[in-house]
């Protein structure tokens, strides 16, 4: 036998108890939905997990009354030391309900177990944690004394993290002394509905979190409603367009966390082995479908060979399948329209010249699967090398220069992530100082933390999440703190000008509902 | 039935640097090798320490382990009676199940290798042949703080006495220093007093001693350095500093094997040694390897575990996963 095969080592399932049916989560209830329901399924198979009820305009509005009410009479009384207490109890019984969280994520999402159990659950509780510990301390966040919140938050969250983005939007919304209506995406609905299980026994107070399931165009509604003081969104750069368009003129705050397509640049003085490491983890992390991938790899022309063989070595070893199997490294692309984008993509690569390459693995014959691909030869005016796959395809350049190397890497319209290699410190930081990017990783690629503030420059969007300045994105400075500095009108635009809103800023995945 | 290397001893610097392995030669060619990232390099282990194997990996894996073991013992105290205990303990292993693998080898002190030869008698040979090695710690182990004159004839009495492998101690004193050409000559020095008047010679294993070279890069020097000296393995730790094996050290360790592979096509095995006593922690190291080098390193020539306890702990899963229910120490034999 081969031991490298491993023998199967599928997580159980029976911790688990799958409902046929799930309702919307409105003022506290569970409630049937305006609109058809719809099943969601595993990618990893093609079967159906349950059927969600679908919000419908009604639904948008009975939400958004309830977490009028619930921040007029209750959250915005609360002491922030109240609030924070509120927090705490989420993270723990996200904690205490880990295991269950991590496989319902891996079945409705397809991605591997072993990611959802060791980095997306735990990311959640560190978020709520991080920000519980905010809530009493929000005359720290760089705004003045007695920050206000500024009251409904509408959030509509991708599909490629569900619920670790779930935390990043509501943690600090809730922490801040704003209430919330979110909307996850239509494809991954389930653990949002679960989190809905853990608010109720958290006692959290009626409508503060209210949870809508249901298409894009339902979000779109969501976040043009009058009664929404602030829109956050995380998804795809066309649909954050669209609703920076539509609610432009209001008075709406809005984040925007959009697409990317990440410059990892491999300098000939890099730790070698961590590198591929890096590479590895920046491109087939989530099957790549992470807004912030590494999906363009410069590499310096004069190890450009030796570092693809020993890439193409390593990827021999990644193992795709199973998502329930902790061995499993990549798991299935979340839906067939996602599966067809990545196809037409690699298609389009292979037309404009550049070569392809697949470790041998055998893709399972159901749900939905794209090998772990890298393109060589690839040049700077490839669909592939410009346009977010938002899949697991690593386009590989080459330069020569470090000056080239910066320039090929900010040559995108995207700006949410980089990577650079290489054993020399003083060049680490001065390019970094040159990437138009939100985030620049050395020697390392893909670390998340609640404490860093993580968002884009230009196409990847505008605010930041995580850290103060997360927090940021949910405040506006007191009206003492207006009427006593400087004349309202001036303030306010200053003040909106140092929040992380008004920054060039933030990214992530594509996403496919709201539209 | 020791390995017959054909190659001289320093012959594999001499391709690599040119004709004259000068200090400076070795130093421009161990300090232009790849830095090692700390942080990459423990969190790819750890991700190799999370690899899950049950049911039919898991019984290969015990079975394979035991296979790899040397089974050994270094203490002041040791005897002759101790050590036949040892060579007992190393031809049956689990003294209720016959099918229970032998190991690789017996691991002594160089005075008690008649002992162990001895001992061993019919079952002593290859371990690729299923018969049971003797390898001699050698060089004033574990410290190496002795003339070379002294660390020579600490060998050679060695592999005179039947000694099949010799693990050997680098300077570690000498490396810190930045001496690499006086370690390299030492290595080179050692691997002729490994020769038999027959022409044959015992398997040379070099231990770094990873715990005292503190760094990383240090340790990857190290393997290189002692690779191109002629080390047929190359071996962490003498067991007596902390840390001694661990999953980053000897990770990097296989790394620099098979950067060596790649380039010359030559193998060199890895030992880890001291610190790894149970099933679990072993099982990790499989997979390192398997994923690193490749499952074919996985052989007594190529990878073993320096170990005592392990063994122990190994033939308790293994009749775990026989009988269905967990025994206890008293199941298994003390050496």
Request: neutral net charge; hydrophobic residues 40%; glycine residues 10%.
């Amino acid at each position: 036998m081969s031991f490298l095969e491993y023998a199967p080592a599928p997580e159980s399932t029976s911790i688990l108890r799958l409902q046929d049916q799930y309702g919307l989560f409105i003022d506290g209830e569970f409630v049937e939905g305006g609109g058809t329901p719809f099943d969601t399924i595993a990618p990893s198979t093609g079967k159906k997990l349950a059927t969600m009820s679908c919000a419908d305009g009604h639904d948008v509005e009975r939400a958004v009354t309830a977490a009028r009410r619930a921040y007029d009479t209750t959250w915005s009384k609360l002491s922030g030391r109240d609030r924070g207490k509120y927090l705490f109890r989420i993270a723990r019984l996200v904690q205490e309900r880990g295991r269950e969280l991590a496989v319902a994520e891996s079945l409705d999402n397809g991605k591997p177990i072993k990611e959802t159990r060791d980095f997306d659950i735990p990311t959640v509780a560190a978020w709520f944690f991080y920000y519980a510990g905010w809530a009493d301390k929000l005359e720290h966040a760089g705004l003045g004394p007695n920050p206000r919140s500024l009251g409904v938050a509408a959030q509509v969250i991708p599909w490629n993290f569900p619920l670790m983005m779930l935390a990043w939007k509501i943690a600090p919304a809730l922490a801040a002394g704003n209430t919330v209506v979110l909307k996850p995406a239509s494809t991954t609905p389930l653990t949002a509905i679960l989190f809905a299980e853990i608010l109720q026994q958290a006692d959290l107070p009626r409508g503060v979190v209210n949870i809508l399931t249901g298409p894009g165009s339902m979000g779109g509604q969501l976040v043009a409603h009058p009664g929404v003081d602030k829109v956050a969104f995380t998804g795809s750069t066309g649909v954050g367009q669209t609703i920076a368009r539509s609610i432009a003129g209001q008075r709406k705050r809005l984040t925007l966390e959009l697409g990317g397509k990440g410059a990892n640049l491999v300098f000939d003085d890099a730790p070698i082995d961590q590198a591929i490491e890096g590479v590895v983890n920046g491109i087939f992390f989530n099957q790549g479908q992470v807004c912030c991938a590494g999906s363009r790899l410069l590499v310096q022309e004069s190890i450009h060979d030796e570092f693809v063989d020993r890439l193409k070595a390593r990827m021999q070893t990644l193992r795709v399948g199973d998502p329930l199997d902790k061995n499993t490294d990549v798991g299935a692309i979340n839906s067939a329209a996602q599966l067809a984008t990545i196809a037409e993509l690699a298609d389009a690569g292979e037309a404009e010249g550049a070569e392809k390459w697949s470790p041998d693995c055998v893709l399972p014959s159901e749900g939905f699967w794209y090998a772990p691909t890298i393109f060589t030869n690839v040049q700077t005016s490839h669909r592939i090398a410009r346009e977010e796959v938002f899949g697991p395809v690593l386009s590989i350049l080459t330069f020569r220069t470090p000056a080239e190397a910066i320039a090929k890497a900010n040559n995108t319209p995207y700006g949410l992530s980089a990577g650079i290699w290489s054993d020399k410190g003083s060049r680490v930081l001065a390019l970094a100082d040159q990437l138009r990017a939100g985030v620049v990783w050395a020697n390392t690629f893909n670390k998340f933390d609640p404490t860093s503030p993580f968002g884009g420059y230009k196409e990847s969007g505008y605010g930041r999440e995580g850290g103060r300045q997360g927090i940021g994105a949910y405040l506006q400075a007191s009206e003492a703190q207006q009427s006593t500095s400087t004349p309202r009108g001036a303030s306010r635009r200053s003040i909106t000008a140092a929040t992380p809103a008004a920054l060039p800023a933030k990214t992530s995945s594509r996403k496919k509902a709201a539209k | 039935m020791s390995i017959v290397r054909a190659m001289a001893p320093a012959q594999r610097a001499v391709d690599m640097l040119g004709p004259d392995v000068s200090e400076s030669a070795l130093r421009g060619f161990l300090e232009g090798l790849p830095g090692v990232d700390a942080v990459g390099l423990e969190q790819r282990a750890a991700g190799l320490g999370t690899r899950s194997i049950k049911t039919t990996s898991k019984r290969w894996a015990l079975d394979r382990i035991i296979e790899l073991i040397d089974l050994t013992t270094l203490e002041g105290s040791d005897t002759p009676g101790k050590v036949r205990s040892l060579a007992s303990k190393a031809v049956t292993t689990d003294a209720s199940d016959a099918s229970a693998p032998r190991v690789a080898a017996v691991c002594v002190y160089g005075d008690m290798v008649g002992a162990a030869v001895e001992a061993l008698g019919a079952a002593h040979g290859d371990p690729d042949d299923g018969k049971i090695a003797v390898a001699a710690v050698a060089t004033a182990f574990p410290s190496g703080r002795a003339s070379r004159a002294v660390k020579l004839a600490d060998t050679a009495e060695a592999v005179a006495a039947g000694a099949d492998e010799i693990d050997m101690v680098i300077d570690r004193g000498a490396f810190l220093a930045g001496r690499y050409g006086h370690v390299f000559e030492e290595i080179v020095a050692v691997k002729q007093a490994c020769r038999r008047p027959d022409g044959s010679a015992a398997s040379l294993k070099v231990i770094l001693e990873t715990g005292e070279l503190t760094t990383y890069d240090n340790v990857r020097r190290a393997s290189w350095l002692s690779i191109l000296a002629g080390g047929d393995f190359i071996k962490t730790s003498t067991g007596k500093v902390s840390p001694a094996a661990t999953l980053p050290v000897t990770l990097l360790m296989l790394e620099a094997v098979r950067d060596w592979h790649r380039i010359t096509g030559e193998r060199i095995g890895v030992k880890p040694a001291g610190g790894i006593r149970t099933s679990k922690d072993a099982i990790k190291y499989l997979v390192t390897v398997a994923e690193t080098v490749g499952e074919d390193w996985l052989q007594p020539h190529l990878f073993r575990f320096g170990a005592s306890s392990l063994l122990n702990d190994v033939l308790l899963q293994r009749q775990k996963l026989t009988t269905g229910s967990y025994s206890g120490p008293d199941y298994v034999t003390i050496d």
